[in-house]
């Protein structure tokens, strides 16, 4: 059974001392949790400060973006190497907040992605179509060319050790997450696509669930067969609603336990 993950999209929100704030209350509550993993991907300048508080504790920590370059002159980029040297383990790759905001095209998020591993950090590649690709009925073949950039460049396999995020565009930061169904049925689609190269890849590959997870909606998302946890921006802001989510990651784990046995 894969273990649930759950991970924290700050965004750009927080400060020095509500983050060490949240920080805190999210330790107080989750260092216990063994049946979930947890990870906080913080705006840059917090990662030390995020290492400081996260080390030697059950909470991981990364970052919500990277350079695909290794080094050199490039203003204003941060490299897989950097985010090393803080401890990060994780980051997201291609947010459609940045997507569109930074038109980053397929080929440079596959680029990153594979920049992540090379540093031995975990990809989080968010995916996703728009509400005129879901009204349109193609939603399935928007994403499946958004993993074919990295598949048909690099093979299924790097999926190995990877973390993939399914984020419909329409769901995020609205308050109107996918249901259960939709979410499921896509993951399955995910899943099978990486299962037609390597199956063994895709009986690992963690697909998380994110767009407006609030700890109402977690449970039922959560319990869905392929969704194997959540990414978590607007409701990681509050260490309670945060929590109640992780909770309910473990719970679904606890009722999927009880159905296989
Ligand atoms: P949201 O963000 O939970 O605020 O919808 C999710 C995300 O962007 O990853």
Redesign the pocket.
Known sequence: MRKKLVVA?WKMHGNLALNQQLLSAYLAQLSTLNEVDVVVCVPYPYLYQAQQILQNTSIAWGAQNISKAEVGAFTGEVSAAMLNDFGASYVIIG?S?RATAYCESDENIATKFIQAQKHGITPILCVGETLIEREAGVMQMVVAKQLDTIINTYGASVFAKAVVSY?PIW???TGLAASGEQAQSMHEFIRNKIAEQDIEAAQSLKILY????NPQNAVQLLAMQDIDGG?????SLSAKDFVEICFAAAQSNATAQLIKF
């Open positions: 999209n947010h907040e984020e769901a995020i930061g994110g767009g407006s997870v990414l978590i921006g607007k409701c």
